[in-house]
């Protein structure tokens, strides 16, 4: 399975730009990279993903560099709802299409008053 | 809201007894995932259908535990004789044939005692 690493923990002051690293060196050319995050006590929730290019939403953005080993995922004005454990996630195809998530154990990030 | 439902949210029960949870994915997705999340960890992939075939398993899906989806609408996940080992939150995810995105229920905590 491919796998990405993340740091354990982040701080961040609240209305700062938080910016959380991953690196997945053993991306295949076609896999697409993933953020989901999960606050206390809730299931996933999606956040944005990306191939090659840097995207946005209105939650985040992503920036993916031109190897594509590494992302940064982006919330440019932290607040304290933000607080949660951040997944970088390659999927991996299972069958038919379908392909299954392969979390590892998060950046958690902490948005500080 | 039109989100995944589980129920219940929360189950404890004595090591040796059978559960079962239900999952209610969004009304027009065909993907059902399941997965399990211990303590500290990121959430890991155990069984996949789409409509009502179960077309992937884990291998930390023992024996013990069944899955089914019988009219390719909501599922349910068994877990006959339970350990304590089986403590965790339970979650199930849904996407369309045509989405990339998983979207993920609020879980089911299982506590074995």
């Known amino acids: 399975d491919a796998k990405t690493t993340q740091p354990t923990s982040m701080d961040c002051a609240e209305g700062r730009a938080a910016n959380l690293p991953c690196n997945h060196s053993t991306i295949s050319g076609n896999e697409y990279v993933y953020w989901y995050r999960q606050i206390h006590s809730q299931g996933p929730q999606y956040i944005i993903h990306?191939?090659?290019n840097n995207e946005t939403n209105e939650m985040a953005s992503l920036i993916i560099t031109e190897d594509r080993k590494s992302s940064t995922l982006i919330l440019p004005h932290a607040t304290l709802r933000d607080t949660a454990v951040y997944y970088c996630?390659?999927?991996?195809?299972?069958?038919?299409?379908?392909?299954?998530?392969?979390f590892g154990q998060g950046t958690r990030l902490t948005i500080n008053p | 809201d039109t989100g995944v439902s589980q129920n219940p949210r929360h189950k404890i029960t004595k090591r040796g007894q059978n559960v079962t949870f239900r999952c209610d994915p969004i009304s027009e997705h065909n993907r059902l995932y399941w997965y399990r999340q211990t303590l500290g960890q990121g959430p890991e992939f155990l069984t996949y259908f789409q409509n009502e075939a179960q077309l992937e398993k884990s291998r930390l899906l023992s024996d013990r535990f069944s899955a089914e989806r019988p009219k390719g609408s909501f599922s349910t996940l068994e877990i006959q004789r339970t350990e304590q080992g089986d403590s965790a939150m339970y979650l199930c995810?849904?996407?369309?044939?045509?989405?990339?995105?998983?979207?993920f229920g609020p879980g089911t905590r299982l506590t074995v005692l």
């Open positions: 995810a849904s996407s369309a044939r045509t989405r990339v995105m998983q979207y």
């Open positions: 990306g191939l090659k």
């Open positions: 996630i390659v999927r991996v195809p299972i069958i038919q299409g379908a392909q299954k998530l392969v």
